[in-house]
T-cell receptor, first 112, second 113 residues
Framework: DADVTQTPRNRITKTGKRIMLECSQT?????MYWYRQDPGLGLRLIYY???????NKGEISDGYSVSRQAQAKFSLSLESAIPNQTALYFC???????????FGDGTRLSIL | AQTVTQSQPEMSVQEAETVTLSCTYD???????LFWYKQPPSRQMILVIR??????QNATENRFSVNFQKAAKSFSLKISDSQLGDAAMYFC??????????FGAGTILRVKS
């Protein structure tokens, strides 16, 4: 089984819909991250969490919200999806500072 | 603003040859790490190599090595004896406070047989 699991793997939806992307991990890491990948821009940080009670905005948090339900679970929500949120979304975890991040396999989200 | 610059959108290399991917970055932090990640068509993000900024010695991992020039804020990746399986998008990244990663835009590497 994958250490960092993202669901769904792919999703197509319509403008205005509420979407939740889920991430769960079995690595026992405290730190979790959500990134989005766009062509020509690389990956950009949306939100990150150091533990269940600590959630922080990243570079591009507008239009997104997150929930850290447990140490192992970190969900990303789009309250009212818009087409420019079409992207590849990655969840990642790390143990502590300056340790490599471990990524899930990504969720490809298309908003029509 | 992007603080990691990968100036080569695409690179090609002949199988068994050597290729170098360039990366420059900007950070005000004194303690940071640098990474190269590989993203094959399967879209997984795979750690290739990492460099601790306080270490002068360049990191190596089998056929992969880096040329880290701290003063110039340069962190290039050298792939020796290129293989078809090396074909992928390669991302350079550095850490910021909280172990956040700042990524470059990526370089697509094509390997010719």
């Amino acid at each position: 089984d994958a250490d960092v699991t993202q669901t769904p793997r792919n999703r197509i939806t319509k403008t205005g819909k509420r979407i939740m992307l889920e991430c769960s991990q079995t690595k026992g890491h405290d730190r979790m991250y959500w990134y989005r990948q766009d062509p020509g821009l690389g990956l950009r940080l949306i939100y990150y969490s150091f533990d269940v009670k600590d959630i922080n905005k990243g570079e591009i948090s507008d239009g997104y919200s997150v929930s850290r339900q447990a140490q192992a679970k970190f969900s990303l929500s789009l309250e009212s999806a818009i087409p420019n949120q079409t992207a590849l979304y990655f969840c990642a975890t790390s143990l502590h500072n300056n340790q490599p991040q471990h990524f899930g396999d990504g969720t490809r989200l298309s908003i029509l | 603003a992007q603080t990691v610059t990968q100036s080569q959108p695409e690179m090609s290399v002949q199988e068994a040859e050597t290729v170098t991917l360039s990366c420059t970055y900007d950070t005000s932090e004194s303690d940071y790490y640098l990474f190269w990640y590989k993203q094959p068509p399967s879209r997984q993000m795979i750690l290739v190599i990492r460099q601790e900024a306080y270490k002068q010695q360049n990191a190596t991992e089998n056929r992969f090595s880096v040329n880290f020039q701290k003063a110039a804020k340069s962190f290039s990746l050298k792939i020796s004896d290129s293989q078809l399986g090396d074909a992928a998008m390669y991302f350079c990244a550095h850490t910021e406070y909280g172990n956040k990663l700042v990524f470059g835009a990526g370089t697509i590497l094509r390997v010719k047989s």
